[in-house]
């Protein structure tokens, strides 16, 4: 009897230091800086918190023995050495723009423009693909289609993986988090999915402070410009160019695409689209009055695309487009050609994109042409017209521009976003998607005041005579926004990120080195020591203390706000031991010994069951 008291209590010992090894095992390491090994050059531009992320990376890496000197230069000397000097070890760089496609080509690949990380072919040369694995993936990539297929999307993942595992150019951080606060009475409005796409669902519950007219929305903005698409440079111009035309596709903010003025798209093969056009939809009535019931047909979409790609500010992104042919009044074959370099058609996925343009009315627009007899003459007047008095087959037209001072949007009571029977297509999932369904009685004004005065638009929103504003650049305000119930507050991610950049050039001697490691020869040592970085840098606490941990912590090399896109199972840095053990594999000794769970719990239970051991032989001989 006494014989199994002591074993119950030597099995309970055992459960409970076993519980005990396990909470210590699993709990994070602190640790203080060391002597360095070696020291490293990290640069940025000044002017913003970036200075702030070189001082972060000096703390965090000083852990692991590894010597930061952070430079901070004005911009115009930055960017010389991102693309000609390259004088550093690190470097922090934000990219931003695009991100309907995974498609980072000019950035990632080894002759990619923005390539700042220097990734060469022959850091993961692959005999059997006659690339490196890393341009092998992107390349393959641009050939899959279905352009938005799950066989893609599973490609891109596995690009993703393989790229900040076995290449790590990059220590990814955040991407900023933006801010809009509105009136509390305001219904319906998604911040993701933005004005222009919740006008059919959003409507006023009551009348608040200041407010005027209860049948429109009032937002700022800057001074538009250009209002052609063709030309445009500025997000104000676009603004009112997206609220008056429709694209042919339309990609939600999940980056979903779903058939707009196209009816549909179909891939016959790889390098031939048809798309079928939408019927029953007129342009809105022209400036000029030469129609006042003009139908959308392909020779609009025909017209748009060549303008585009002949003379438009971006002929350059329209270079895929081989060749197209009209079949009838709603039919076009679209040919693809990724490579106009070789003789046949090569499929090229990320074209997709480029069908959410806005279609420009091809009866307005050509006129007249040049010698050719096809090419539009940009001279002609309505080209000048059209600049400043836009007009488009979409939800809104322009009811009045007073310089300097505001731009107002009338809703068009005979566009086909409010015509039931067009809309009714199941394809579409118009109501969920858009509102308008039959009957609706929302809001038939959207008055655009220019105020690029942020203090002075700050205050016209707090007296009510604005109903939406973007908040995020004042912090304080924010905070009082979302404390007051009169105020509702939304965020959202971006289409941008920005990350800790890699110098892997062979002119590094330690980042950059490539002779295997005598620990693991299968990892280069400058691979180790990225490792190591990546898994030093604390990016929470950098987040917690520089952006009060509002900023979206990312660890791929695409924007978090991509979506579908972003591999969810993505290696994951930021473990301290995991940088310990890659500084080892590096060849420098930091005195460490593995504290990875598995190998605390294999020694405390081996250790325990020795004790254990000991004790009951003990036990037994006293019996």
């Known amino acids: 009897m006494k014989v199994n008291k002591v074993k119950t209590t030597l099995l309970v010992g055992v459960i409970m230091t076993l519980f005990v090894a396990s909470a210590i095992a699993v709990r994070p390491t602190k640790t203080d800086a060391i002597d360095p090994f070696f020291t490293l050059v990290f640069k940025t531009n000044g002017g913003g918190v970036r200075p702030d992320y070189g001082n972060f990376l000096k703390q965090h890496c000083a852990r692991i023995g590894i010597n930061i000197d952070v430079i901070v230069q004005d911009w115009p000397t930055f960017v010389g050495e991102l693309i000609a000097f390259r004088d550093f070890d690190v470097c922090y760089v934000g990219l931003t723009g695009g991100g309907a496609d995974p498609d980072f080509t000019?950035?990632?690949d080894e002759n990619g423009s923005l390539n700042l990380f220097g990734y060469h072919t022959s850091m993961d040369w692959d005999d059997d693909k006659n690339t490196g694995l890393n341009e092998w993936y992107m390349k393959e990539g641009n050939l899959i289609m279905p352009p938005d297929s799950e066989e893609r999307v599973q490609h891109y993942w596995e690009w993703q993986q393989y790229f900040m595992d076995k290449?790590?150019?990059?220590?990814?951080?955040?991407?900023p988090r933006a801010y809009t606060a509105f009136w509390a009475d305001l219904e319906g409005y998604n911040m993701s999915d933005g004005i222009l796409q919740?006008?059919?669902?959003?409507?006023?519950?009551?009348?608040?402070?200041?407010?005027?007219d209860d049948s429109e929305l009032v937002r700022v903005d800057a001074a538009w410009s250009d209002l052609n698409p063709l030309f445009q440079d500025d997000t104000s111009s676009s603004f009112i160019s997206t609220a008056t035309m429709d694209p042919l596709i339309f990609y939600d903010a999940d980056l979903t695409v779903w058939p707009h003025l196209a009816e549909?798209?179909?891939?016959?093969n790889d390098t031939w689209m048809r798309i079928v056009i939408r019927q029953g939809i007129e342009w809105a009535d022209d400036p000029d009055g030469?129609?006042?019931n003009e139908v959308f047909d392909v020779d609009d979409v025909y017209f748009t695309i060549y303008a585009w790609r002949e003379v438009s500010n971006d002929q350059h992104l329209w270079s895929w487009v081989k060749d197209?042919?009209?079949l009838d009044q709603w039919t076009l074959d679209l040919f693809i050609d990724g490579d106009p370099s070789t003789p046949e058609n090569d499929a090229y996925a990320p074209f997709l994109p480029s069908l959410n343009t806005r279609i420009i009315p091809e009866y307005y627009l050509n006129q007249s042409q040049l010698a050719d007899g096809v090419t539009p003459d940009i001279t002609h007047p309505s080209w000048n017209t059209f600049a400043t008095n836009c007009f488009g087959t979409g939800v809104f037209e322009i009811g009045s521009f007073t310089e300097g001072v505001e731009t107002v949007l009338n809703v068009r009571s005979d566009s086909w976003r409010l015509d039931p029977v067009v809309t009714a297509d199941p394809a579409l999932d118009w109501a969920n998607r858009f509102g308008y369904g039959t009957g609706w009685a929302g809001m038939t004004q959207l008055r655009i005041r220019i105020i690029p005065d942020q203090q002075t638009a700050m205050l016209e929103f707090e007296s009510g005579k604005v109903d939406i504003l973007a908040v995020g650049w004042n912090p304080t305000k924010k905070d009082e926004f979302v404390a007051d119930p009169d105020f509702t507050v939304q965020d959202d991610t971006q289409f941008s990120y920005g990350f800790f950049g890699h110098n892997m050039r062979e002119s590094r001697p330690i980042i950059g080195n490539r002779a295997p490691s005598l620990i693991d020869p299968t990892l280069s040592i400058g691979l180790c020591v990225r490792k190591a970085i990546n898994y030093a840098l604390d990016r929470f606490e950098i987040n917690n203390v520089i952006h009060r941990g509002e900023y979206a912590i990312t660890d791929t090399p695409l924007y978090p706000k991509m979506g579908i896109w972003n591999n969810p199972n993505i290696i994951r840095y930021n473990f301290i031991d995991k940088a310990r053990e890659y500084m080892t594999k590096a060849g420098y000794d930091l005195g460490w010994t593995p504290t990875t769970p598995g190998f605390t719990m294999l020694v405390a239970f081996t250790?325990?069951?020795?004790?254990?051991?000991?004790?009951?032989?003990?036990?037994?001989?006293?019996?």
């Not at 290449?167 to 991407?175: F, G, K, L, V």
């Not at 919740?198 to 005027?212: A, E, I, K, N, R």
């Not at 549909?264 to 016959?268: D, E, G, Q, R, V």
Request: net charge positive; hydrophobic share 40%; proline share 4%.
């Open 324 to 326: 197209m042919v009209k």
């Open 290 to 292: 030469l129609s006042t």
């Open 167 to 175: 290449i790590c150019p990059m220590a990814p951080t955040y991407s």
């Open 264 to 268: 549909s798209y179909t891939m016959l």
């Open 198 to 212: 919740s006008w059919g669902l959003m409507d006023w519950t009551g009348t608040h402070t200041g407010q005027v």
């Open 607 to 623: 250790s325990i069951m020795a004790i254990a051991t000991i004790t009951y032989l003990i036990v037994k001989k006293r019996k």
């Open 106 to 108: 000019g950035v990632y």
